[in-house]
């Protein structure tokens, strides 16, 4: 944590996940995530990877996630083994993780287009 010698200028830090970047803070964590997963999310438009991707299957998430934070995390694109959880949003606990894996590639819909639509109900 850092600190100055005005009690009232306390800046705390909350412990950011281990990443490439080196950021120990979270919250400039989260703003560099941010920036550079919206910058890939542009050029995986631009450059129409989705299109090269099966809709409705986990590979096809896997593959998106790799893209999107290969630049941050060296787990990017990797199936979890710990729990997590960012802010007050946790993510699916590794115990039914690979069920809920599982279950995205049992999806009914065959396009990325049904996917989204689904999503908006």
């Keep these: 944590m850092k600190c100055s010698n005005n009690r009232n200028s306390v800046r705390r ?20 995530e941010e920036r ?40 990017a694109g ?3 083994t710990v729990n997590m959880a960012e802010g007050n949003f946790r993510f699916a606990p590794v115990m039914y993780l690979e069920a809920a894996l599982e279950s995205i590639d049992k999806m009914p819909q065959s396009t990325f287009d049904e996917i989204v639509e ?4």
């Design 13 to 32: 830090y909350s412990i950011a996940l281990e990443n490439k970047l080196g950021i120990v803070d979270s919250s400039e964590l989260a703003r560099e």
């Design 118 to 121: 689904n999503m908006l109900r």
């Design 78 to 80: 990797e199936i979890r």
């Design 36 to 75: 550079i997963s919206k910058k890939k999310a542009a050029q995986l438009f631009e450059d129409r990877s989705p299109d090269q991707l099966e809709p409705g299957r986990f590979s096809s998430l896997q593959a998106i996630h790799r893209i999107l934070f290969e630049e941050i995390y060296d787990f």
